[in-house]
């Protein structure tokens, strides 16, 4: 009965911090990224929003599966889960620091 909310909570937990990530960039994308110099083979920027959500969907289904067949919050699951958690974390703080670091040489 309860089984698919921990489906559906670990399979959306990626989703959240992948949101804010765009939430808080938005405004720098297309004004910063877009006129970046990219190779030829950079995928347009409507690709991304489709591969991260593939993306984020297909980890929190693995980590649910993870956390499932390890049998929750057991010793056995906390290497393997606190690995993905740590992972996630510098997956969302991506973003933020991409977008930020362009403006480094105010700084300096």
Do not use: I, Q, R
């Given at each position: 009965g309860r089984m698919w909310a921990y489906t559906?909570?670990?399979?959306?937990?990626?989703?959240v911090g992948g949101f804010l990530g765009w939430f808080l960039n938005r405004k720098e994308i297309p004004a910063w990224y877009e006129k970046l110099k990219k190779p030829s083979w950079c995928p347009s920027r409507r690709v991304f929003p489709v591969a991260w959500t593939m993306l984020y969907t297909g980890m929190?289904?693995?980590?649910?599966?993870?956390?499932?067949?390890l049998g929750g919050c057991s010793s056995k699951a906390i290497v393997p889960l606190g690995l993905y958690g740590a992972q996630l974390v510098l997956n969302w703080a991506w973003p933020p620091l991409f977008f930020g670091a362009r403006n480094l040489n105010m700084v300096m």
């Open positions: 559906v909570g670990f399979t959306v937990l990626p989703h929190g289904y693995a980590s649910y599966l993870v956390w499932n067949d």
